[in-house]
């Protein structure tokens, strides 16, 4: 697979704590040159992205994150500020506490209402996988394609394991076909991102696709 087609599938990454702005305007002028899909980055920075980048960038940002554990009215107004930002994407993370209650109709309807909230704009489900036993997994898969989401991605990175290919496989058997696949979390080579296109992603969350795919 030639690195312009996988650019094309990259949400570039940069989601550290110490996150600068010389660290995203680097990697929004990377985004640019290699058009990737988006960037993901700190919901303080998109506003900012916004008004130097304009158009020529998709803006991705993260809601919930990297624990969900705030609740669902924290997690509707992140989402409504980002867009009046200038995101066109939101990443938000489910409530892991709420799976591990049982309570899937909770996560299923915040997850509807963060929908609502974004419309048109892409919503990606963050599932958090290296926290969930198998039938977790498929109830997830049911709930993010009940609530109308756009996609369902597998990890924040900040867990304690990222995506795993047969969570992919998972995945495919049980969203509905409206709902595409995000791997993201410990990807970082030119073959692990052909792994996860080739098992059916559309998107590929990673810091690392400048690094390994360019000649930089």
């Known amino acids: 697979m030639e690195a312009r087609e996988i650019f094309k599938h990259v949400d570039h990454t940069v989601l550290k704590a110490f996150t600068t702005w010389e660290d995203v305007e680097k990697l929004c002028e990377e985004a640019v040159e290699y058009e990737t899909a988006s960037v993901c980055i700190p919901s303080c920075y998109v506003k900012a992205v ?84 198998k039938e977790e997994k498929i109830a997830l898969c049911k709930a993010v394609t009940n609530a109308g989401a756009d996609y369902i991605k597998t990890s924040t990175g900040f867990g304690t394991s990222g995506a795993a290919l047969e969570d992919i496989e998972l995945f495919k058997e049980y969203i509905g076909k409206n709902v595409k696949i995000k791997a993201a979390g410990g990807i970082r080579t030119k073959e692990d991102m052909e792994a996860y296109l080739n098992a059916g992603c559309e998107r590929i969350g990673t810091s690392s696709a400048i690094a390994v795919l360019s000649d930089k």
């Open 50 to 133: 916004k008004e130097k980048f304009g158009d020529r960038i998709n803006v991705c940002t993260v809601v919930g994150f990297p624990l969900g554990y705030c609740v669902t009215e924290a997690k509707v107004a992140e989402t409504r500020q980002a867009i009046m930002d200038g995101a066109g994407e939101i990443d938000m993370v489910i409530n892991i506490c709420d799976v591990k209650n049982g309570k899937m109709d909770k996560v299923e309807e915040e997850i509807r209402t963060l929908k609502k909230e974004c419309g048109n704009l892409v919503l990606k489900v963050i599932v958090e996988t290296c926290y969930l036993e």
